[in-house]
């Protein structure tokens, strides 16, 4: 699946090879361009690699919103809590936190709830697509997701997500207690009730990533493995090379879908983009007869529970501590304490044998992700700040941009996601000073 770089020129050069980076380059492999995807560690082991797996059209609701600032303060400082900033002096957080205040708004919520709710469901048709093409498997399972609550105030949460639901026509309807048990399997749980989205679906995201490498690598798409990109050489409004260790790889187009590591790769060509890498932690377990298999979100601890078919997984924590991902004892210990809260059948002694995993999700203050061409550069492409949507919009953002390149009309209207969003003219500044001092080698 990997190769040393020996043919160092292609049409379109990806960095970055989570399911973004793979799901683009799929679909322009099927338009026949010729693909290179470099990535500084291995293909589909970051962020994508062990996370929930949600397909949810029902995450609609952009992660800036008036409830997220009022729950944040109270669970900011608590290394046990769904939200946690790890204190340190960081300019960069600061200035990101100050304007995730300013988008955290009802008005900015109603204003994009429309645009990402249909990013979500063009994705999901193109997952369904892609599993009847039988390219791969990857364990596509449309059975729903169920939301489940213990508390008024996780009632509450719920009710205000299915007002929004039902003024967008996206299915969901009420499970109450007493119907429970047949979504569970009947393990024994401690919710009061729940609110079921059935246009939703998971997948194996492991298997995913990992499937979608090997099809790409057969279908001749060069697949570069543990290659970091070093710098770019620019000429004029192009991005004519890509440095990697000693060499150079030219492309006459390049999309950078690296994740929580792009901001710093776009700083080298003046781009500013403010990204906070938010890490999330899983569990994952055998469990070899599984029991149901509609993925839940504990809403009051923001944990995902997914079924795969011999494993279940525990999914969830956003922790802003920048970009390291050493294991937080403490965040683990809450995820399996905020489980044990709702299913208390699947103890402790169980899900100690679970492998342990985290992840680094990019996220935008203004909880969007930034997807196109880069302003007056003619050949740069961008696709990150995903959060925790990335696998759901995974491969509606690989054809949206492929049909970018391709010079094609995108199928979903990239206006809200565009890339100088946030400080264009800075943005445009930094980039003509890159220019400016970047000579050609």
Request: aromatic share 10%.
């Amino acid at each position: 699946m990997s190769e040393t770089p020996e043919n160092l020129s292609t049409d379109v050069l990806i960095v970055g090879g989570g399911i973004i980076g793979l799901c683009t380059a799929y679909y322009l492999q099927q338009q026949g361009v010729s693909v290179m995807v470099v990535d500084q560690g291995a293909m589909g082991e970051g962020s994508s690699f062990a996370n929930a797996g949600l397909v949810a059209p029902s995450h609609f609701i952009p992660l800036a919103s008036p409830g997220v600032i009022r729950k944040g303060l109270r669970w900011m400082l608590n290394p046990e809590s769904p939200f946690y900033i790890k204190p340190r002096l960081d300019v960069d957080l600061f200035s990101w936190l100050w304007k995730f205040r300013h988008y955290a708004t009802s008005a900015y919520v109603n204003r994009h709830k429309k645009p990402l709710k249909e990013f979500l469901e063009y994705s999901y048709q193109l997952f369904e697509a892609l599993h009847q093409s039988n390219a791969f498997d990857f364990e596509w399972t449309p059975h729903g997701l169920l939301m489940v609550y213990l508390t008024e105030g996780g009632r509450r949460d719920l009710e205000y997500l299915h007002q929004q639901a039902g003024e967008l026509e996206v299915p969901a309807e009420w499970v109450s207690a007493e119907r429970l048990p047949k979504f569970l399997g009947h393990i024994s749980t401690t919710a009061r009730g729940g609110l079921f989205f059935p246009g939703d679906a998971h997948l194996d995201p492991g298997k995913f990533v990992k499937g979608m490498a090997d099809f790409l690598s057969r279908k001749g798409v060069r697949l570069l493995e543990h290659t970091a990109v070093r710098d770019f050489r620019v000429q004029g409004n192009r991005v004519e090379a890509v440095v990697v260790n000693d060499v150079e790889i030219r492309a006459s187009r390049v999309v950078v879908t690296a994740g929580s590591w792009t901001a710093a790769l776009v700083a080298r060509l003046g781009i500013r983009l403010p990204l906070q890498p938010a890490k999330g932690y899983s569990i994952t377990f055998p469990w070899e007869k599984p029991r149901f298999t509609v993925p839940l979100i504990l809403t009051e601890t923001k944990i995902a529970v997914t079924p795969f078919r011999q494993q279940l997984r525990f999914a969830g924590t956003l922790e802003l501590a920048g970009l390291q991902l050493n294991i937080n004892s403490r965040r683990v210990r809450a995820i399996r304490k905020g489980v044990q809260r709702y299913l208390p059948d699947i103890g402790a002694s169980e899900t100690s044998r679970g492998t342990i995993w985290a992840g680094l999700r990019p996220c935008t203050p203004d909880g969007l992700p930034v997807v196109g061409r880069v302003p007056n550069f003619s050949n740069l492409w961008l696709a990150t700040g995903h959060a925790m949507i990335g696998i759901s919009l995974a491969t509606g953002t690989g054809k949206a941009i492929a049909d970018d390149i391709l010079g094609k009309t995108p199928e979903i209207d990239l206006q809200p996601f565009r890339v100088d969003r946030f400080q264009p003219r800075l943005c445009i500044s930094l980039r003509m000073t890159r220019i400016k001092t970047n000579k050609p080698r």
